[in-house]
């Protein structure tokens, strides 16, 4: 029987078992019955139409920054302490500090990944190369997991003998995204994230002494030429490129695989034409985002919807919803890489638009492409796979297959 009432905000979320193993459905009844929600209890709006989620995510007149949203607010209460000292990364600041802090990162970022698209490709490879032939394997925890840590380390400079050290630190680190973790998961967030920042420390100060072809080398060069950046901004912001990037990554991988394996004619078709690869990754955003929301705070009074805002208000948009509106997506519960047009919101937009996105799309067709080459017969060899129970993410906790 299909559910249908009016939903509240976690309701939709992987807090909630059934939204947990689908979000879509409920979020398609939001959208068609009250797209411009207001959840009281969470002191929060959540908005499901493209048009209106396109127009907020736009705006840079909005402000993203935590400690601007009304005391009870849902993303507010859920993980910040607000009595903790703290730099915060370009995620949560506004102007005119994010522009200044992004903007020449953004520079060094890209310059960096430009210049590495070959060994970042060649990482990925590896990696794939690894996986064993002649038994199944899980798709998520050997390969969409190793591939963006490897690749962020190369970006970053991280020493080979330190790889593994690394790993287990951006792994413990990206425990803070997870505001249901246990106390002893918290401690083991703050020790990844102590580890991260000292050893972010050693290479700034290694890099300064001695440039090499990294990224980190590359912003403390820009401060030296006086860019506006501090030490503890940059080191804030290389663990943002970390913790924004990598499960992210790795759920783009898993579910994109995962997608393509229950839609064999479009594993078909992207066979028999890899150069699809670009337009199946931009479907797979489409169609099961890595991130579901992302948020905004008003700053003035306004309408949408016919709903009056006010400021101090926080605003989650669902990415999710937007990205199966029929208005705008033909046909939207239909995967399909053939589509021509695919403006999803997957990575947001406006001034916070996700920084990675570039890298992203790099890792994920590199991905998909060399996967699909070296196993041909490539099928699903597990139970269905569980979702993972972080609310406002979508990935698999595994996905079991055989080559
Ligand atoms: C499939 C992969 C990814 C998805 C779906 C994704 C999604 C998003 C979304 C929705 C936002 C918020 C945008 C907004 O509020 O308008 C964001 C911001 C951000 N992402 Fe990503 N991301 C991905 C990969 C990455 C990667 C690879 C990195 C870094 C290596 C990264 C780093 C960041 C950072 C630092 C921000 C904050 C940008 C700002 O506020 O100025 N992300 N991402």
Redesign the pocket.
């Known amino acids: 029987m299909t559910e249908s009432r009016v939903w509240s905000i976690v309701e939709t979320t992987a807090f909630d078992p059934v939204a947990r193993a689908n979000p879509h459905e409920r979020l398609r009844n939001l959208r068609e019955q009250c797209p411009v929600l207001r959840d009281e209890p969470v002191k929060t709006w959540m908005l499901t139409r493209y048009a209106d989620v396109r127009e907020t ?1 736009n705006d840079r007149s909005l402000w ?1 920054h935590w400690s601007r949203s009304e005391k009870g607010a849902l993303l507010r209460r859920m993980d910040q302490d607000p009595d903790a000292p703290r730099v915060d ?5 506004d102007e005119p500090d ?1 522009s200044r802090v ?1 903007l020449p990162l953004a520079k060094a ?1 890209y310059a960096r990944i430009n210049a590495m698209k070959p060994q970042i490709e060649a990482i990925i490879d590896e990696v794939i190369e690894g996986a064993p032939a002649d038994k199944p394997f899980d798709l998520i925890g050997d390969l969409a997991v190793p591939i ?1 840590i490897l690749v ?1 380390a190369a ?1 970053l400079g991280v020493e080979r003998d330190r790889f593994r050290e690394f790993r287990e630190w951006s792994e413990a680190s990206i425990l803070g995204l997870n505001p249901l973790r246990t106390p002893e998961e918290t401690e083991r967030m703050e020790w990844g994230s102590a580890k991260l920042s000292s050893y972010f420390t050693e290479l700034m100060a290694a890099r300064r002494a001695a440039p090499r072809e990294d990224l980190i080398s590359d912003l403390v060069a820009l401060q030296a030429e006086g860019a506006p950046l501090s030490d503890e901004e940059v080191r804030t ?1 290389l663990s ?7 499960l ?2 790795t ?2 991988i898993g579910n994109g695989v995962w997608l393509l394996l229950r839609h064999p004619e479009q594993l078909a078709a992207l066979k028999a034409d890899p150069g699809l690869a670009a337009a199946a990754v931009e479907e797979i ?1 489409r169609y099961e ?3 579901g ?4 705070v008003i700053s003035d009074e306004r309408e949408v919807g016919g709903c009056p805002m006010h400021p101090h208000q926080s605003v989650i ?1 669902s ?1 999710h919803a937007a990205n199966r509106d029929p208005e705008v997506f033909e046909d939207p519960d239909r995967f399909d890489i053939t589509r021509k047009h695919v403006p999803h ?13 570039p ?3 790099i ?2 067709k590199q991905a998909l492409v060399r996967l699909f080459q070296r196993f041909p017969d490539l099928k699903l060899a597990g139970d269905e796979p569980t979702w993972r129970a972080l609310p406002f993410f979508r990935g698999m906790e595994a996905l079991i297959v055989q080559g």
């Open positions: 995510v993203r990364s370009i995620l949560s600041m994010h992004r970022f963006p962020i970006i912001n943002a490129l970390l913790i924004g990037g990598n992210t990554t759920d783009l955003l985002s890595p991130v929301i992302t948020n905004r948009t990415l919101v997957a990575f947001g937009g406006g001034g916070h638009i996700c920084i990675g996105a890298l992203a799309r890792e994920a």
